[in-house]
């Protein structure tokens, strides 16, 4: 099954992680196969905390990726401060 999940990226004390269409049983920070966006959880100032694209989000969910707990958490307060 697919999983669109949060990949761990960054450095020490500064995490970073990517928005990735990966395998369920692969590992979290193992091989995917599309990035469609990240999340920075100290992003401060004008950084960007999340971004996605929206078209590849649409395609995956599409085609039966299921997205983790908190991506689809991430999405719906994305939509819901673009609104």
């Known amino acids: 099954m697919?999983?669109?999940?949060l990949a761990l990226g960054g450095s020490k004390k500064r995490p970073f992680y990517h928005l990735t269409v990966t395998d369920s049983r692969n590992p979290r920070d193992?091989?995917?196969?599309e990035q469609i966006g990240f999340f920075n959880p100290v992003?401060?100032?004008?950084?960007?905390?999340?971004s996605v694209k929206e078209d590849r989000l649409?395609?995956?969910?599409?085609?039966?990726a299921q997205m983790s707990e908190r991506v689809a958490q991430l999405v719906k307060e994305n939509a819901k401060a673009a609104a």
């Open 43 to 50: 992003a401060r100032g004008q950084e960007v905390r999340f």
């Open 2 to 5: 697919l999983t669109i999940r």
């Open 30 to 33: 193992g091989s995917h196969k």
């Open 58 to 64: 649409a395609y995956w969910v599409g085609v039966g």
